[in-house]
């Protein structure tokens, strides 16, 4: 079976503009959360969904926002990009919303 | 509010040796603890799952304990090897399970 998978795997950006990042859970998981990990610390919760709607939210300002599909992906958006917005951001998906999570590759975010 | 606390150093060991890592929460009785591995520019790995009323849990060459009088869980990689060598990060469910606290992880090297 294919794992989680996310797009784009890199990503450039400048200060102001807005960013959509994709995730595609693995078949038969209903539950994606999102990460934002910084170089050298572990990764900061920012959202998680579950059957299309949201179960947690973690400290992270309204210009970060996120939802899931039908079918389970989701899509983690984040508008008028700061320097400090620059990280590998994490989706997991889990069967249900407090269960394992498996992760995807990430996404590397630079924004200059 | 909920905090975790790893190791912050490299620990370093030469093959074959057992590897100790400690996590230690504070404010909080999670209701289970989980371990991952992460290596450089790749999403977490689960590694192990343990629940509040489990002292010990063991898979091939890893063991885990939880102390939940302590607040500390450590894990442990007996006859380590080269490729054991990665961040391990320890994770706690927060918010009715919704939402995943990580430490920030710690930094084994492991020599031939």
């Known amino acids: 079976d294919a794992g989680v998978t996310q797009s784009p795997t890199h990503l450039i950006k400048t200060r102001g503009q807005h960013v959509t990042l994709r995730c595609s859970p693995i078949s038969g998981h209903k539950s994606v959360s999102w990460y934002q990990q910084v170089l050298g610390q572990g990764p900061q919760f920012i959202f998680q969904?579950?059957?299309?709607?949201?179960?947690g939210r973690g400290n992270f300002p309204d210009r970060f926002s996120a939802r899931q599909f039908p079918n389970y992906s989701s899509e983690l958006n984040v508008n008028a990009l700061l320097l400090g917005d620059s990280a590998l951001y994490l989706c997991a998906s889990s069967r249900d919303a407090q269960e394992t999570q498996y992760f995807g590759p990430g996404t590397r975010l630079l924004v200059l | 509010s909920q905090k975790i606390e790893q190791n912050s150093e490299a620990l370093n060991i030469q093959e074959g040796k057992t590897a100790t890592l400690t996590c230690n929460y504070t404010?909080?009785?999670?209701?289970?603890l989980q371990w991952y591995r992460q290596d450089p520019g790749r999403g977490p790995v689960f590694l192990l799952l343990i629940r509040e009323n489990e002292k010990e849990k063991r898979k091939e060459r890893l063991k885990v304990t939880f102390d939940t009088t302590l607040k500390q869980s450590l894990f442990h990689i007996t006859a380590s090897q080269p490729a054991d060598s990665a961040t391990y990060l320890c994770?706690?469910?927060?918010?009715?399970?919704?939402?995943?606290?990580f430490g920030a992880g710690t930094r084994l090297f492991v020599k031939a």
């Open positions: 404010n909080y009785s999670p209701a289970y």
């Open positions: 969904y579950y059957e299309k709607e949201e179960r």
């Open positions: 994770a706690l469910p927060y918010g009715g399970g919704f939402k995943t606290i």
